[in-house]
């Protein structure tokens, strides 16, 4: 990966790391590596579709972004403030040589981002994002159409009902008599997700739908139900619903107030798939990181999993290999490749309020077939992670607690990407005895990793 492209596109404090001046760069990159061979003189242009959520700095750099791209001689459709999986759905139905969304999903909002999608409509493979960077530090080198070559903008925010409508047709039941309370995050939901539940015929209560260009994620959305959990509580809903700011990830309070994570939102999908026929090889992809109750529940109901590392776009490339159709992550990143080819939070929420209705039952009741095991994670600082999975101390203190856990537990150690960290989480019936058993790992990580504390 260089050094402007992150594991989700390209990431920054808007108009500092993610400047104007590099929004332009990367619009000029981007349309020569997505758009092929651009033929200033040719009457039909590439086009590029181009969607945004709801930061004050998403104008700024959707107007730099495009001015790069259309002195590229590439044509620009603005959807407007869209989802994350809205733009990968457009991109392909419209038929674009590529797709661009301006978020830094569950981000703060000074934070900002952009994520090209391929005409296909999926995330740009390592190879293609390595190109465009390659060519951030050739600008002199591409091409510079003059004349009737320069490209133009279309707005095409009306083609945002191709998607919702696609959406609503991906479930097979109204929602008539459903009480559902909605946080938008102050993002790129908060005008669809609300319109599509009543559309369909719920009671929709909206929460941070009132977007003002700064309270984006803003102690709201998918990392922080608080709210969202005291008005389905004070209401008497059926349930809650969050999105992110992007809205490509769900999580869901049931009517008890219980927060139910993706691993739970998985579990209930991919049980209802599998009864209906529907779960493609009956397998489900997860990654490392999901609740081993999820693997018990699924291992007792017959569907296998397929485990990746940590990521979407590694279970993404999971389910195009294997041919598998539903995955996701603990986080309620989500994936339904049958509708969608990214994760999609409104598309979620319309899959599990389709089990809840159709099952007759309450997402309480479906969500406790799932036991869900006490987790913990530590997060270790250590002065190098460079051969942490070689070294013999290490190894043996997770044997050690491997075999104390037995079949009623697990242990996952591993490096941050990011940061000099040692990332330990366990699980098991006792929350009481797993904080002692992940300590006793981060003290050895500790002593072997970190001189002064082996020194001390």
């Not at 139905?93 to 981000?107: D, F």
Request: one cysteine or more; hydrophobic letters at 40%; a negative charge.
């Amino acid at each position: 990966m260089g050094k402007h492209f992150g594991t989700d596109g390209v990431r920054g404090v808007a108009n500092r790391e993610l400047t104007p001046e590099l929004a332009y760069r990367l619009g000029r990159a981007g349309a020569l590596v997505l758009a092929g061979d651009i033929d200033g003189d040719s009457r039909e242009k590439p086009r590029i579709v181009v969607g945004r959520d709801t930061r004050l700095s998403g104008e700024m750099l959707e107007a730099a972004l495009i001015a790069g791209m259309m002195s590229m001689g590439v044509n620009v459709w603005l959807l407007g403030v869209v989802t994350t999986p809205g733009v990968a759905y457009l991109t392909r139905e419209l038929g674009a040589q590529a797709g661009v969304m301006i978020s830094a999903s569950h981000n703060p909002f000074e934070d900002n981002g952009i994520k090209f999608f391929g005409s296909d409509g999926f995330k740009l493979s390592d190879e293609r994002e390595e190109r465009i960077e390659q060519l951030l530090a050739s600008e002199d080198r591409m091409p510079r159409p003059t004349g009737a070559g320069i490209g133009r903008t279309t707005d095409k925010s009306k083609e945002v009902q191709r998607y919702l409508d696609h959406l609503r047709s991906t479930i097979q039941t109204d929602l008539c008599g459903m009480d559902i309370v909605v946080d938008c995050a102050n993002g790129a939901a908060s005008k669809w997700a609300p319109l599509l539940l009543r559309d369909l015929g719920a009671d929709v209560t909206a929460l941070h739908a009132e977007p003002d260009g700064v309270n984006i994620n803003v102690g709201c959305g998918s990392t922080h139900p608080e709210s969202l959990r005291k008005e389905v509580l004070q209401r008497g809903a059926h349930l809650g619903l969050a999105f992110d700011g992007d809205a490509d990830r769900l999580i869901a309070v049931d009517e008890t107030g219980e927060l139910l994570d993706g691993d739970h939102i998985l579990w209930i999908c991919g049980e209802y798939l599998k009864e209906q026929g529907l779960l493609a090889h009956d397998t489900i992809v997860t990654t490392v990181m999901s609740n081993i109750g999820l693997y018990k529940a699924t291992e007792a109901a017959g569907i296998h999993t397929e485990k990746t590392r940590v990521g979407d776009r590694y279970v993404m490339e999971a389910m195009r290999l294997g041919g598998y159709r539903l995955g996701g992550e603990q986080s309620g990143h989500i994936i339904f490749l049958d509708h969608i080819p990214t994760g999609d939070g409104i598309l979620t929420a319309l899959q599990l309020l389709q089990v809840v209705k159709e099952k007759a039952t309450t997402l309480n009741q479906l969500a406790s077939t799932m036991k869900k095991y006490p987790q913990i994670l530590v997060n270790v600082r250590v002065d190098s992670k460079d051969g942490w999975d070689q070294n013999a101390a290490i190894a043996n203190k997770i044997r050690e607690v491997e075999q104390f856990l037995g079949d009623n537990g697990r242990v996952l150690v591993r490096p941050s990407g990011t940061e000099p960290l040692i990332r330990v989480m366990a699980e098991g019936p006792d929350e009481d005895e797993l904080k002692k058993q992940v300590e006793s790992i981060a003290d050895v990580i500790r002593a072997e990793l970190t001189p002064a504390a082996k020194n001390a």
